[in-house]
């Protein structure tokens, strides 16, 4: 069982930048590929970026890519999403979610453990 705790969401300006973090519990943490979902009023829960067990590969939405970076300390079970030059499309509850078994993928039904989301307002 692992249980995913995120943080880091607030209101910013477009432009602007947070970064998320997802702290994980467990020792088989290193061995998940991890993955960053979000999910806007009224829409589908939709795929931000995943990341490898070991860090080594990374992928991206396109609608992301070149904004944000995802990256992972196994030292701290802990997950980061760096995102940058904000766009108020970008306004959602951020999901993190892990992979116990696969590479990850860029479907929510590949990820068994979700954590409980952080709210992200990017105001124009």
């Known amino acids: 069982q692992v249980q995913l705790v995120e943080s880091g969401g607030g209101l910013v300006q477009a432009g602007g930048s947070l970064r998320l973090s997802c702290a994980a519990s467990?020792?088989?943490?290193?061995?998940?590929?991890m993955g960053w979902f979000r999910q806007a009023p009224g829409k589908e829960r939709e795929f931000v970026a995943r990341?490898?067990?070991?860090?080594?590969?990374?992928y991206y939405a396109d609608s992301v890519k070149g904004r944000f970076t995802i990256s992972r300390d196994n030292a701290k079970n802990t997950v980061y999403l760096q995102m940058n030059s904000l766009k108020p499309d970008d306004t959602a509850v951020y999901y993190c979610a892990a992979d116990p078994r696969g590479p990850g993928a860029d479907t929510t039904g590949a990820y068994d453990y979700w954590g409980q989301g952080t709210q992200v307002t990017v105001s124009s």
């Open positions: 467990g020792r088989t943490f290193r061995s998940y590929a």
């Open positions: 990341i490898s067990w070991g860090g080594a590969s990374t």
